[in-house]
């Protein structure tokens, strides 16, 4: 299926086996997982109050791409596709609890979107040290928290880009979320407390796209 990428360029996307055919109540007729993705998360994101995030979002997309050979090949659209949705929940006709990832993961599976994909967005980048300090431990665990390779990419992709878009190491993003919330808010402790998870998460896939491209 031929969808525009991130910078606007026409290119084919990738079928991902099971993954790959999807027709959410109001996306009909879309049958490519990304592209759905990608629409869905226009639709909400796209908007002027969340214009910075949305910046975000399309670089987060584009770097999950880029990093996209460290997964399974089956698996390679599900990331894109989690990365396109992972900060759904931000938009303010989905808040409910007021945790962005347990938002939009809800708001996905009520769409009918694949539970593995929800989940990836519920417990990205370390999301559950957050359910902890909001005390949404057993929301959280609605959504199964699988780990491994295309988490741990979902995290690179989102960890290593910034606010607008702009590209970050790890140690700059993670500075920048830390200095963005007071000491005492709940998103700056859970990440302080995450930290040495994620790291652990983004050095291992910085190495396997290392090996991977050499």
């Given amino acids: 299926m031929t969808v525009r ?7 084919d996307v990738p079928i991902c086996g099971p993954w790959s055919r999807l027709r959410a109540a109001n996306l009909r007729g879309v049958s490519d997982l ?18 910075n995030r ?21 698996d390679r659209c599900l990331l ?12 303010p006709d989905l808040v409910e609890t007021g945790m962005h990832s347990l938002d939009g993961a809800r708001y996905l599976r009520r769409l009918g979107y694949p539970l593995r994909l929800a989940a990836l967005v519920a417990h990205h980048s370390g999301a559950r040290f957050e359910a902890i300090e909001r005390g949404l431990t057993r929301a959280i665990v609605e959504f199964p928290d699988e780990g491994g390779l295309v988490a741990e990419a979902l995290a ?17 993003r993670m500075a920048e979320i830390l200095g963005r919330y007071p000491e005492d ?6 990440m302080r407390r995450a930290r040495p998870a994620l790291a652990a ?13 050499s």
């Fill in 54 to 74: 949305w910046l975000h979002v399309k670089a987060v997309a584009q770097r999950a791409e880029e990093v996209a050979g460290t997964v399974e090949p089956a």
């Fill in 156 to 172: 690179t992709a989102d960890l290593t880009t910034g606010p607008r878009g702009q590209r970050m190491t790890f140690e700059a």
């Fill in 5 to 11: 990428d991130v910078r606007g360029r026409r290119e």
């Fill in 201 to 213: 998460y983004v050095q291992r896939t910085i190495e396997r796209l290392s090996a991977d491209q």
């Fill in 185 to 190: 808010s709940t998103v700056h402790q859970a």
């Fill in 80 to 91: 894109v596709a989690a990365a396109w949705l992972h900060d759904i929940g931000y938009a």
């Fill in 34 to 51: 990304v592209a759905g993705a990608a629409a869905l998360a226009r639709r909400h994101v796209n908007t002027a109050n969340l214009a």
